[in-house]
């Protein structure tokens, strides 16, 4: 199934290595819109998204996936050198105590989240993460070194490793949602050359993780008749419940919900099952929790399908996906994209 | 020092395995001084200075560090573990790990945010629940590259940064070893011990042996020790701060140290302009636990670096303390020797 698993995994450590928290994304957007040019013109929106266009007679068709990822912002750099931050997106404060992080000042700055040593832990405190409001970035800089190149708003990543694990599985932050975007250019890859004859549009939207604004104003300009939005949703592992989660390298998972359109649904599961795409199934009983919930109700409405990558541990820097999934994603998308200009023309 | 940090921290060693951490330390020694390996598996090293010296002084720095042990492995491949040291969830939830003999990578799994109730966002997993995941999607997968009893160790580089700082893991107490090593390098006025113990992380085990083997008249213990110099955290509860020197301390949960050896401290940072400070809270442990009362007793003191977030992933201390450090273990050793 895979087909050149270096040069996947390749492209999303790089896409998911860059910075990029919610309305701050430039440096993850310079690099999509750097490889999304390969396959098409390409322009930035006014907050901050990535658009490309190619034409046709066909249906258009826009595919999304999210540019940004969970993050913190400064709120104050102190006088002791120690800076206070908040999240920036839905980040996680359970695995926040004595992380390594890059705080996107005037440079990059290299600091440690603070942890209670053991000694102040009494009794059952270690049972409970500490706060966001007590928690603190330690950069070893004095305030007033600190001060010059840092100011509230700033935003913070945390830093983790770029890992291998084992079959195709593969691990870093942001896997949510670089892998979506990811899936997105690697289904370009797939349709080149191939005349397909529909209208084609990408939407790498900002702001996902604080609301989906640029979902929302992407559906609105780019006004396309139906759209797929990829992003991750929940892998099982110990701990979880099975009816909740898709598994990790059984393929893509393709939504069901009162909010996507049912036919679009149902052809993503025939056009799999015809074309032996490894596929699962994500179904759930409202909005979906992603981009399509804002692409769906933008400007006078879009049909929207939806397909996931499983992913484990998820808005953490210990983001785990299975490189097989990305793959099969990408496939679906560029079978049904085959599929309904054929059916078009 | 700090090329020697660096390298003595590039290799894993929890509790039990500290193989590779003695194998580099004699490598640096071979040659320089004579050394023995005991039982347990301690290196003893005994270092001849300009003279003999009218008592025995041992010098004591542990090799191992805290991490974990893989006990089971599940049906979905995931790995169950348990804590080897005092390790506490919040630090390495969610963080990378390696595993056993092929440095196998994996994750500490965490149960999205999104699947908890409001009221249970910062509640930490309990023990039983936590696992390593490798990326195995079986139990057979799993078993092709890990072993139960395999060691688990803290998937960190040393950084260097700020104004002077480094963060690693295992800086608790390779710190130690790099400031003796540092010590058997130079020229010593007097004949000196050498330890660099086992298991100090479960109970100060091989601290026992070692003293018992060397059966010294003063001992020195080279560690680092906890440091809450950070925001939230006031007045004595801090303990101890970075950048303030050597810390020399009167009292821990293993130890109550010889008043006239912690007197003796601080006179000699004085009188030589190196900083020393004392510890705030009666806290933590260290080998001197063992060493005090090894055989008829030994004179014991403990000269610490202050170091943050200690037993993480991400220990962090200033190496200006570092220097401070080796300058009074230098100081006391002589006038111990000579005592």
Not at chain 1, 319 to 326: G, Q, S, T, Y
Not at chain 2, 34 to 46: C, K, S
Not at chain 2, 64 to 90: H, N, Q
Not at chain 2, 233 to 255: I, S
């Amino acid at each position: 199934m895979l087909e050149n698993k270096n040069a996947l995994r390749d492209m999303i450590f790089e896409l998911a290595c860059a910075d990029g928290t919610p309305g701050d994304e430039i440096q993850a957007v310079e690099k999509a819109a750097e490889m999304l040019e390969k396959y098409m013109p390409v322009r930035i929106d006014i907050l901050g998204s990535v658009y490309g266009e190619l034409q046709g007679d066909g249906p258009h068709i826009m595919l999304d996936a999210h540019i940004d990822r969970i993050g913190m912002i400064v709120t104050s750099v102190e006088d002791s050198g120690f800076i206070k931050f908040a999240k920036c997106g839905g980040t996680d404060a359970r695995v926040l105590a004595a992380a390594e992080v890059t705080v996107w000042g005037s440079e990059p700055i290299y600091g440690v989240i603070t942890s209670t040593p053991p000694h102040l832990s009494k009794g059952d405190e270690s049972k409970k993460a500490k706060e966001f409001a007590d928690l603190a970035i330690d950069t070893g800089m004095s305030g007033e070194a600190l001060k010059k190149l840092v100011s509230p708003g700033d935003r913070v990543t945390v830093n983790t490793k770029t890992l291998e694990l084992m079959g195709d599985r593969i691990s870093c932050a942001a896997l949510d949602d670089r892998a979506g975007v990811a899936a997105v250019l690697r289904c370009l890859e797939m349709l080149e050359g191939k005349n397909h004859g529909c209208k084609l549009s990408v939407l790498f939207s900002v702001q996902e993780e604080t609301g989906g604004s640029g979902a929302s104003a992407g559906g609105f300009s780019i006004a396309p008749d139906e759209a797929i939005a990829v992003d991750v949703s929940f892998a099982m592992a110990p701990g979880l419940k099975p009816e909740k989660c898709g598994v990790l390298g059984k393929g893509a998972l393709i939504g069901y919900s009162p909010s996507l359109d049912y036919k679009i649904s149902r052809d993503l599961e025939r056009i799999a099952n015809e074309k032996k795409i490894d596929y699962q199934y994500e179904v759930m009983g409202g909005k979906t929790g992603t981009n399509a919930d804002e692409i769906q109700i933008a400007g006078k409405g879009v049909k929207m399908g939806l397909l996931s990558i499983p992913l484990r541990n998820m808005h953490t820097g210990a983001e785990i996906i299975d490189l097989n999934d990305v793959e099969a994603v990408a496939a679906l998308m560029a079978e049904y994209v085959m599929e309904r200009g054929r059916s078009d023309a | 020092m700090l090329e020697l940090i660096k390298k003595f921290c590039g290799v894993s060693g929890i509790s039990g395995r500290e193989d590779k951490v003695r194998e580099l330390i004699i490598s640096e020694i071979e040659g320089i001084a004579d050394y023995e390996i005991d039982a347990l598996g301690n290196l003893i090293v005994h270092k001849k200075g300009k003279k003999p010296a009218k008592n025995k002084v041992m010098v004591a720095a542990h090799m191992d560090e805290v991490g974990m042990i893989v006990t089971y492995i599940s049906d979905d491949g995931t790995l169950k573990f348990s804590t080897v040291g005092g390790v506490d969830a919040r630090v390495y939830l969610g963080r990378a790990v390696k595993v056993g003999e092929n440095a196998v990578s994996g994750l500490i799994g965490v149960k999205p945010i999104h699947m908890l109730e409001k009221s249970e966002e910062l509640d930490m997993p309990k023990a039983d629940e936590l696992y390593i995941d490798i990326g195995a999607s079986s139990k057979e997968e799993a078993k092709s590259v890990v072993n139960l009893g395999d060691d688990v160790w803290f998937d960190s580089d040393i950084v260097t940064f700020g104004d002077g700082f480094l963060k690693g893991r295992a800086l608790d107490d390779r710190v130690g070893c790099a400031v003796a090593v540092s010590m058997i390098k130079s020229e010593l006025e007097y004949d000196m011990e050498f330890a660099f113990t086992v298991q100090e992380e479960i109970g100060t085990r091989g601290a026992a042996t070692a003293a018992f083997g060397i059966a010294p008249d003063y001992a020195i213990v080279l560690e680092t020790t906890t440091a809450a110099d950070i925001p939230g955290v006031e007045n004595e509860k801090r303990v101890c701060t970075l950048g303030e020197g050597a810390v020399v301390g009167f009292m821990d949960n293993g130890t109550i140290y010889d008043r006239e050896l912690y007197k003796l401290a601080f006179r000699l940072g004085e009188e030589n302009n190196i900083k020393v400070q004392t510890k705030t809270m009666v806290a933590g442990g260290n080998d001197a636990r063992a060493i005090h009362k090894s055989g008829k007793g030994v004179r014991t003191i403990a000269v610490s670096l202050p170091c943050r977030y200690l037993h993480s992933p991400s220990c962090v201390i200033k190496l200006s303390d570092g220097e401070c450090v080796r300058r009074l273990a230098l100081l006391l050793g002589e006038e111990f020797c000579n005592a």
